[in-house]
């Protein structure tokens, strides 16, 4: 098996039952422009410190596992170059080849489960691509075997909302809300659609997940709707969704690059409004995440 490397400070904290909070790095190399990439990282750190957590952002560094990225190695991913996008399908491969990988939600997840790290906060889930139900996000697959809590603003608007909750149900995962009774639609605060369960708190959360751990070996999703401030005008989002896919389709962009694609579409749509929003929700969902793990880690008589 290959060793993770585990940084100091996020393997002291792990050995002692603190509260760890894992962090994905495509958000940093494929999801954010520079400088806005870096600035939200640090920020979502940030915000994982300011809660009683410790952050640790997780990528492939010339083919070794990093669990903890420096600064340093943050911002050489921010700044772009030869660096991959590995779901849990690439992690060999990128691994093998001494390669630097971008860890996206399935990859982060794997690689947090085998870390210890119980906690993990993103922006929002991949899920079943509109008109295409083949075309199925590897973090709904994820989800269903890897029992790590992900923490996020729901899935992304540009996905068919419907059908995603349906394959997590398949899948026997959670949609946890919190507090809300409806799936947040990542730059709006609902999709109409119904969640399997809320919680009013990090406390009840931990509970929640405990209770569902003692059962069962899947991940759980925590949706947090985006602060009313930031949420996005819903007819100014579905005419710039509408106008990427049509571009995509025109240009046959599908697959793993079409979520890049579109969300960099509806940031130049909409006068960076979804950066904005974007930046916004990926720090509140790590503040989230962090009160979460701090709840988790009192429940099991440590912080």
């Not at 954010?32 to 009683?52: F, K, S, Y």
């Not at 489960?113 to 906060?121: D, H, P, R």
């Not at 199925?136 to 923490?151: H, K, N, Q, Y």
């Not at 571009?247 to 006068?271: C, D, M, N």
Request: glycine share 10%; aromatic share 2%.
């Amino acid at each position: 098996m290959t060793p993770l490397d585990i940084r100091p400070a996020v393997r002291d904290a792990l050995r002692l039952g603190r509260p760890v909070v894992a962090l994905e790095s495509t958000l940093i190399s494929h999801g954010l422009p520079w400088p806005t990439n870096l600035e939200t990282v640090r920020a979502a750190e940030d915000a994982v410190r300011a809660a009683g957590g410790m952050p640790a952002t997780i990528a492939i560094l010339a083919g070794r596992p990093t669990v903890g990225l420096d600064d340093s190695e943050l911002e050489a991913l921010a700044r772009g170059g030869e660096v991959r996008k590995a779901s849990r399908r690439d992690l060999g491969a990128a691994i093998a080849q001494k390669a630097t990988a971008a860890t996206t939600v399935s990859g982060t997840m794997l690689l947090a489960e085998l870390a210890g790290i119980l906690v993990f906060a993103t922006g929002g889930i991949g899920g079943v691509h509109r008109g295409d139900g083949f075309d199925v996000s590897a973090d709904i697959v994820e989800l269903g075997r890897t029992p790590v809590c992900v923490v996020c603003a729901g899935a992304k608007s540009i996905l068919d909302l419907a059908a995603t909750l349906e394959v997590l149900e398949t899948h026997g995962v959670p949609v946890i809300g919190y507090r809300t009774d409806t799936f947040p639609s990542f730059y709006t605060r609902s999709s109409g659609l119904p969640v399997s369960a809320r919680v009013d708190s990090a406390s009840e959360a931990a509970a929640a997940l405990e209770a569902h751990w003692g059962l069962s070996r899947t991940g759980v999703v925590l949706a947090l709707p985006i602060a009313e401030s930031d949420v996005v005008e819903e007819n100014d989002l579905a005419r710039a969704i509408d106008s990427g896919e049509r571009e995509a389709q025109r240009l046959g962009v599908r697959g793993a690059a079409l979520t890049p694609f579109l969300l960099a579409h509806l940031a130049r749509a909409t006068g960076g409004r979804t950066l904005k929003a974007n930046r916004a929700l990926v720090v509140a969902n790590a503040a989230l995440a962090a009160e979460v793990a701090v709840a988790l880690a009192k429940r099991r008589g440590r912080s």
